[in-house]
């Protein structure tokens, strides 16, 4: 893994334009795969980003699946300074600090305005804890959105998921499709359209706009808009990097990222709700295609069932093993959470 750091790094340096004038930032993005967001915000505000800040700083940005850099090594690359700007995807580099998987556990960020609250609730534990650790500082975080259920075999409801393969990207998720009877299978994003098509797995567990442009609606009959998790995903710089600028850059760059920030969360929430329409074939279709898959009916039960899980599941399955890697980790949950969600 260093040797391929080390490769990637010396191509970018090489690639890097020789202006004495400005700042330059590398920028390692979201994935190309995941759709809408990172095509046509994520994107564009990197390509504009002197005009978006305004501050002097010659951004080299590219998709992290473009680079050959996996989603799951975003911190390892942030601190090593292989990239200045990181995406986070907070699922996946949950695996090397679970504590940031703590406001997106089964049954707590299901939709967009609990999560608002538990997102800011929890940003400044956050941020502490990314500089101490991880050497960044966090400039924004938002929702991809609830993440939904597609099956390419009939399912009724979740009870229906006993016996059945599922595609999971944590170990939160991982324990609640158990709880369920349902067999977990972990599978990176941009392998799971393959997956599905082969058998690998029944079904898979996404959002409703990242599945559709990544081809899962073409091999999937089945789609339950229930959401588990939102998919947080954050932006982060190098502490270093960060520290070496002047207080109005830093002034002028955080601010940036607040207003984009906002913009993101307003998007994450229309492409959500155009999604679930055109997967059903419904109308106004606007973000992505329209296809006609079977819309398995939310009930009550089901929500209660996922709710349940915070506490049942998620909760006691993330602290014990978030304790082991940082003592204050459940505690710290509880302390700027637990007023949020009604939890002691």
């Known amino acids: 893994m260093k040797a391929h750091f080390t490769f990637v790094a010396a191509a970018l340096a090489l690639a ?21 967001i990172q095509q046509t915000k994520e994107q564009p505000f990197f390509e504009q980003f002197a005009k978006n800040t305004g501050l002097p700083i010659d951004i080299d940005y590219k998709p992290m699946d473009v680079l050959g850099v996996k989603d799951a090594d975003g ?13 986070l995807r907070l699922a996946q580099v949950s695996r090397d600090e ?7 556990v ?19 534990a956050f941020d502490k ?14 929702p991809f959105g609830p993440q939904v259920l597609f099956c390419k075999v009939p399912v009724g409801g979740l009870a229906d998921l006993k016996g059945k393969k599922v595609r999971v990207y944590d170990q939160s998720l991982a324990k609640f499709i158990e709880k369920l009877g349902g067999i977990p299978v972990t599978i990176p994003f941009g392998e799971t359209q393959q997956a599905l098509e082969r058998g ?50 830093r002034s002028k760059l955080a601010e940036a990222f607040r207003k984009f920030e906002g913009e993101l969360w ?22 992505v295609k329209k296809y006609a898959l079977k ?32 003592d204050k980790c459940s505690a710290t949950w509880k302390q700027v959470l637990g007023p949020v969600v009604g939890i002691k």
Request: include cysteine; aromatic fraction near 8%.
């Open 16 to 36: 890097l334009p020789a202006q004495a004038d400005n700042l330059k930032l590398r920028a390692a993005g979201n994935l190309v795969a995941t759709g809408l």
């Open 75 to 87: 911190l390892r690359v942030l601190k090593s300074g292989l990239f200045d700007i990181v995406t």
């Open 98 to 104: 679970p504590f940031f998987l703590g406001p997106d």
């Open 106 to 124: 089964v049954g707590l960020s299901t939709d967009y305005d609990t999560a608002r609250k538990v997102v800011d609730a929890y940003r400044e």
């Open 129 to 142: 804890r990314l500089q101490e650790r991880h050497g960044g500082k966090l400039l924004g975080i938002y």
């Open 200 to 249: 690998v797995t029944d079904c898979a567990i996404t959002g409703p706009s990242s599945a559709n442009s990544a081809g899962w609606t073409e091999v999937t009959t089945h789609f339950m808009p229930i959401g588990f998790q939102i998919a947080l995903n954050a932006y982060a710089i190098n502490l270093s990097k960060w520290n070496a600028m002047t207080p109005d850059q």
């Open 266 to 287: 307003s998007y994450s929430r229309e492409l959500y709700e155009d999604a679930v329409r055109c997967n059903v074939g419904k109308d106004p279709c606007k973000t």
């Open 295 to 326: 819309e398995v009916p939310v009930t009550p039960a089901d929500i209660q069932l996922v709710r349940d899980a915070l506490t049942t599941v998620s909760l006691p399955t993330w602290s014990e093993l978030c304790d082991k890697s940082y």
